[in-house]
């Protein structure tokens, strides 16, 4: 039996009667998906690098020679962290620029939330 439910989205987000398990994928063409993969390989790469501070920081501070340049390391591991909202709000900018060069109209992409 068919369900009655129209599954809807607005903003990335199913809608309150549409089941949370329901996947719906938005494919605005080559160029966003280019951008996406991108953005995507730009966002792990940043997140591994910022647990390798971390980790050689933890055991660089556990001779007291090393304790200056493990305290380094998680100043930089910090700052890299706020690379990674930098790098989605970028990614947002520049697929919400490709939606509206490819449609004229501004309504942007279609991108929603994901984590990364």
């Known amino acids: 039996m068919a369900s009655?439910?129209?599954?809807?989205?607005?903003h990335g987000r199913p809608s309150p009667d549409q089941d949370p398990d329901d996947l719906t994928l938005h494919?605005?063409?080559?160029?966003?998906?280019?951008v996406r993969g991108r953005y995507e390989v730009?966002?792990?790469?940043?997140?591994?690098?910022?647990?390798?501070?971390?980790?050689?920081?933890?055991?660089?501070?556990?001779?007291?020679d090393t304790?200056?340049?493990?305290?380094?390391?998680?100043?930089?591991g910090s700052v890299q962290l706020l690379i990674r909202p930098v790098i989605?709000?970028?990614?947002?900018?520049?697929?919400?620029r490709l939606g509206q060069r490819?449609?004229?109209?501004?309504?942007?992409s279609g991108d929603d939330d994901d984590e990364y």
């Open 42 to 64: 730009l966002s792990i790469v940043n997140d591994i690098l910022v647990a390798l501070w971390f980790i050689v920081g933890s055991v660089l501070f556990f001779s007291e």
């Open 88 to 96: 989605r709000l970028s990614r947002r900018v520049h697929l919400r």
């Open 102 to 108: 490819g449609t004229g109209s501004g309504s942007g």
């Open 27 to 34: 494919v605005g063409g080559r160029d966003e998906v280019v």
């Open 4 to 10: 009655d439910r129209q599954p809807s989205r607005r």
């Open 67 to 76: 304790t200056v340049a493990g305290t380094w390391l998680f100043l930089l």
